[in-house]
């Protein structure tokens, strides 16, 4: 162990604060990037459908450039440019990549530029994990309503059909015992009509008795 400290000790060093070397890492890569579109560009002028990822676009008089996608301020207020020719343009991101490596304003602007990017990404992953809760919640609400119209139906179609079968009985019954006294009630009127059809003998007068 004395052996591992005596090698190492001289090579100690304080560890570099978080985020500021990686901001500026992260910025060189994205010029980088930038450089390889513009070199896209040169190669096929008529060609080129990359313009919503370019940091420079054709404007009157030349290029526009803008400082990062963000447009972030490179000092004195310096986020935008207008240069003739695609030659500025890349001298332009050479430049830029060196100020970002030896500008501490300019480290600390793209730091808090990470730290906005950053914030925005966890406001819209919070909002579609609520809208992919609630998605999921309406179904399961949607189950017990259902399950209960279900149960109901049968409940309410029993008494209905127990009251239809009720009632056949009841006017079967009551059909057979009608007729019965309409039948008595239609015999003595035939029977009177025919005494009443049926003509009656009549005396003779007593002239025509002596007569006899």
Not at 31 to 53: H, M, N, P
Not at 73 to 88: M, P, T
Not at 91 to 115: I, P, T, V, W, Y
Not at 178 to 194: E, L
């Amino acid at each position: 162990m004395a052996n591992f400290l005596e090698k190492w000790s001289s090579k100690k060093a304080e560890k570099p604060k978080a985020g500021a070397r990686n901001v500026v890492d992260t910025f060189r890569a994205r010029v980088e990037e930038q450089k390889g579109y513009l070199e896209e560009y040169e190669r096929d002028i008529a060609g080129f459908k990359k313009w919503r990822s370019t940091w420079f676009q054709r404007v009157p008089g030349g290029f526009g450039v803008t400082v990062g996608r963000d447009s972030i301020n490179a000092g004195a207020g310096l986020n935008y440019i207008v240069v003739e020719s695609i030659k500025q343009v890349s001298e332009f991101l050479d430049d830029l990549a060196h100020h970002a490596e030896k500008d501490s304003g300019f480290q600390q602007a793209l730091e808090k530029n990470r730290l906005r990017r950053v914030a925005s990404l966890n406001a819209g992953k919070a909002k579609g994990s609520a809208a992919a809760s609630k998605a999921k919640a309406k179904p399961a609400a949607a189950k017990p309503a259902a399950t209960k119209a279900a149960v109901a139906k049968p409940a309410a179609a029993k008494p209905a059909a127990a009251k239809a079968v009720a009632a056949k009985p009841a006017a079967a019954k009551s059909a057979p015992s009608k007729p019965a006294p309409k039948a008595a009630k239609a015999k003595p009127a035939a029977v009177a009509a025919t005494e009443v059809a049926t003509p009656k003998r009549s005396r003779k007068p007593k002239t025509e008795a002596a007569a006899e």
